[in-house]
């Protein structure tokens, strides 16, 4: 069993910054490579950025690429999403999630979700 818990999100102008936390914490079984998801209204939940604990490895949505930065902090198990410039469309619930074993973007993939924190972008 993993727990994760999200922190950090709330309203912000578009241009704005904003920086989600993802603390794990329980029975990891190792240091399970943790990835970012968000889901809007009337969208399906898309890949956001992943990371991998040991090499720090990362993965990022053509959507987000140059302004989302994903980090790990591995004495605190805690992974961050830092976000710089958004805009109206990065508007959604932000979830984090872990998957068992390698890396993915397939959010399906995924066996370990946090409770989601909601990101909104003001215009």
């Known amino acids: 069993q993993v727990s994760l818990v999200e922190s950090g999100g709330g309203l912000v102008q578009a241009g704005g910054s904003l920086r989600l936390s993802c603390a794990a914490s329980?029975?990891?079984?190792?240091?399970?490579?943790l990835g970012w998801f968000r889901q809007a209204p009337g969208k399906e939940r898309e890949f956001v950025a992943a990371?991998?604990?040991?090499?720090?490895?990362?993965y990022y949505a053509d959507s987000v690429k140059g302004r989302f930065t994903i980090s790990r902090d591995n004495a605190k198990d805690t992974v961050y999403l830092q976000m710089n410039n958004l805009k109206p469309e990065d508007t959604a619930v932000y979830y984090c999630?872990?998957?068992?074993?390698?890396?993915?973007?397939?959010?399906?993939?995924?066996?370990?979700w946090g409770q989601g924190t909601q990101v909104t972008v003001s215009s």
């Open positions: 990371i991998t604990w040991s090499s720090g490895s990362t």
């Open positions: 329980g029975r990891t079984f190792g240091r399970f490579p």
């Open positions: 999630a872990a998957v068992r074993g390698s890396i993915t973007t397939i959010a399906t993939r995924y066996d370990y």
